[in-house]
């Protein structure tokens, strides 16, 4: 299937070269426009898809349409494209333009899966959160996930769901960064090099995740098992409680969801 990304910024980049780089697509199989062309034509050079000129190219040119501009850009393009839609699946990545929203711009025809991707996605371990609500033809929705579903995982969400859980895992990678830096920062006080630091971290937070996600062992059941009594990991939980470590992460998601 050949698919038209309407924007190539930092996320459509992130799922672009994840697909070419595990063969899901071949470059012949991927347009994309955006506005500065000659930043556009450097992208295609370096990830390998097609670039195009304009808009109604990016959408002539192919059978999925890949929305990955800025929400407040979508309102004028699909004036610009809404003649070229119908035949066409249009899936959504824009923060904010569920189902319900491009029916209310488009009409009912309009065939669309809104989701909410994350950069991890770059490196094939996505979270891709799809709206339960959607208007692809069966087809075209088996197809969705299991493209996105080669660079991560695929997690189906009720409409009402759709902005915490973006909220968390499209937001997350940001705050996650945070995290990473901070105890890097820490171990560089202690005399580990700044470049080991980030790995060091970076692969406990890795290991970490993956142990608890692969056994489902309750997060505080691993975290009891690592604190001995009188030992030193306890007495760093104790100053990360006492630092606000949990309201931290609950002030973080409240700001996000009061945006
Ligand atoms: N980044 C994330 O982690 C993330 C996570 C979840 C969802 N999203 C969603 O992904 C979308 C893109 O985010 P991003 O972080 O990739 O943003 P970005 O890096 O700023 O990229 C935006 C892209 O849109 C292009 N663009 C600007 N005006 C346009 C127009 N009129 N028509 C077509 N394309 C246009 C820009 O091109 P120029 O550079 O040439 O101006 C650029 O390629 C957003 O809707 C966001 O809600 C992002």
């Given at each position: 299937?050949?698919?038209?990304?309407?924007?190539?910024?930092?996320?459509?980049?992130?799922?672009?070269?994840?697909w070419?780089?595990?063969?899901?697509?071949?470059?012949?199989?991927?347009?994309?426009?955006?506005?500065?062309?000659e930043?556009?034509?450097?992208n295609?050079?370096r990830?390998?898809?097609c670039?195009?000129?304009s808009?109604?190219?990016?959408?002539?040119?192919?059978?999925v349409?890949?929305?990955?501009?800025?929400?407040?850009?979508?309102?004028?393009?699909?004036?610009?494209?809404r003649?070229?839609?119908?035949?066409?699946?249009?899936?959504?990545?824009?923060?904010?333009?569920?189902?319900?929203?491009?029916?209310?711009?488009?009409?009912d025809?309009?065939?669309?899966?809104f989701?909410?991707?994350?950069?991890?996605?770059?490196?094939g371990?996505?979270v891709?959160?799809?709206?339960?609500?959607?208007?692809?033809?069966?087809?075209?929705?088996?197809?969705?996930?299991?493209?996105?579903?080669?660079?991560?995982?695929?997690?189906?969400?009720?409409?009402?769901?759709?902005?915490?859980?973006?909220?968390v895992?499209?937001?997350?990678?940001a705050?996650?960064?945070?995290?990473?830096?901070?105890?890097?920062?820490a171990?560089?006080?202690?005399?580990?090099?700044?470049?080991?630091?980030y790995?060091?971290v970076?692969q406990?937070l890795?290991?970490?995740?993956?142990?608890q996600?692969?056994?489902g062992?309750?997060?505080?059941?691993?975290?009891?098992?690592?604190?001995?009594?009188?030992?030193?990991?306890i007495?760093?939980?104790?100053?990360?409680?006492?630092h606000?470590l949990?309201?931290?992460c609950?002030?973080?998601?409240?700001?996000?969801?009061?945006?």
């Amino acid at each position: 299937m050949t698919i038209g990304c309407i924007g190539m910024g930092n996320m459509a980049q992130a799922l672009v070269q994840g697909w070419l780089d595990c063969s899901a697509l071949t470059a012949g199989e991927v347009f994309a426009y955006a506005p500065n062309q000659e930043k556009l034509a450097k992208n295609a050079a370096r990830i390998g898809f097609c670039p195009a000129s304009s808009v109604r190219e990016a959408v002539q040119k192919a059978e999925v349409i890949l929305m990955a501009c800025k929400p407040y850009q979508i309102g004028s393009v699909l004036e610009e494209i809404r003649g070229l839609l119908p035949g066409k699946a249009l899936l959504s990545v824009a923060l904010g333009w569920d189902l319900a929203r491009y029916r209310e711009a488009l009409g009912d025809e309009v065939r669309v899966q809104f989701i909410m991707p994350n950069t991890p996605a770059r490196v094939g371990e996505g979270v891709f959160l799809f709206e339960e609500a959607h208007s692809l033809a069966p087809g075209e929705e088996a197809w969705a996930r299991e493209l996105f579903g080669r660079l991560g995982k695929v997690f189906v969400l009720p409409s009402r769901l759709m902005g915490i859980g973006g909220a968390v895992s499209g937001c997350g990678p940001a705050f996650v960064d945070m995290i990473i830096e901070a105890f890097a920062d820490a171990a560089v006080k202690y005399g580990i090099q700044r470049a080991m630091a980030y790995e060091l971290v970076s692969q406990t937070l890795l290991g970490s995740a993956r142990l608890q996600r692969d056994t489902g062992i309750h997060p505080a059941v691993l975290k009891d098992a690592v604190c001995s009594p009188g030992g030193s990991t306890i007495r760093g939980v104790t100053a990360l409680e006492e630092h606000g470590l949990r309201a931290a992460c609950q002030a973080a998601i409240d700001a996000v969801m009061a945006y």
